[in-house]
């Protein structure tokens, strides 16, 4: 019985840990690019065109979506270092010709994505080595809005 308290107290504690660092995670806008090319996120693959990128009711959330062709993803992000440049951009790590969704931000606050298993992939390249390659960062410009 002490046991199953202590893991009790243990997890709570956990929880509301996380969620106090948590708090400041996330974008502070929404965020508009023309991304030029075919961009997976979350195991998800999307194709280039306009993208606005939104905080969801949850905190961490983003959702990706392109109006015009009726696309969009979601994914949990968390908060990452800004340059506070005013600068709103996303990043990408591209693999060949294949580009993962890396970071958001919106010149204030920003957001960096975790690698997917389709990005651990890419990184492996056409052989099952366990030598990864390294992306090449592809930084895209964008506006922060609303």
Same mark, same amino acid.
């Not at 931000?105 to 690698?115: H, I, L, Q, R, Y």
């Given at each position: 019985?002490?046991?199953? &308290?202590? =893991? &009790?107290?243990?997890?709570?504690?956990?929880?509301? =840990?996380?969620? $106090?660092? %948590?708090?400041?995670?996330?974008? %502070?806008?929404?965020?508009?690019?023309? &991304?030029?090319? /075919?961009?997976?996120?979350?195991?998800?693959?999307?194709?280039?065109?306009?993208? =606005?990128?939104?905080?969801?009711?949850?905190?961490?959330?983003?959702?990706?979506? +392109?109006?015009?062709?009726?696309?969009? $993803?979601?994914?949990?992000?968390?908060?990452? /270092?800004?340059?506070?440049?005013?600068?709103?951009?996303?990043?990408?790590?591209?693999? %060949?010709?294949?580009?993962?969704?890396?970071?958001?931000? /919106?010149?204030?606050? $920003?957001?960096?994505?975790?690698? =997917?298993?389709?990005?651990? +992939?890419?990184?492996?390249?056409?052989?099952?080595?366990?030598?990864?390659?390294?992306?090449?960062?592809?930084?895209?410009?964008?506006?922060? %809005?609303?």
């Amino acid at each position: 019985m002490r046991k199953q &308290i202590t =893991t &009790i107290v243990v997890t709570l504690s956990l929880i509301a =840990t996380l969620t $106090a660092l %948590g708090i400041a995670a996330g974008l %502070g806008t929404t965020v508009i690019a023309n &991304i030029p090319f /075919d961009f997976n996120v979350s195991g998800k693959t999307l194709p280039a065109g306009k993208y =606005t990128v939104s905080k969801g009711a949850t905190q961490g959330v983003l959702i990706i979506q +392109n109006a015009e062709k009726g696309t969009s $993803a979601v994914t949990i992000g968390r908060g990452a /270092d800004s340059k506070n440049d005013g600068k709103a951009s996303l990043g990408f790590r591209r693999y %060949g010709n294949q580009y993962f969704l890396a970071s958001v931000t /919106d010149g204030n606050k $920003a957001s960096e994505m975790p690698v =997917t298993k389709a990005e651990r +992939n890419a990184a492996r390249g056409n052989n099952n080595l366990a030598m990864e390659i390294k992306p090449e960062l592809v930084t895209v410009s964008a506006t922060a %809005g609303q």
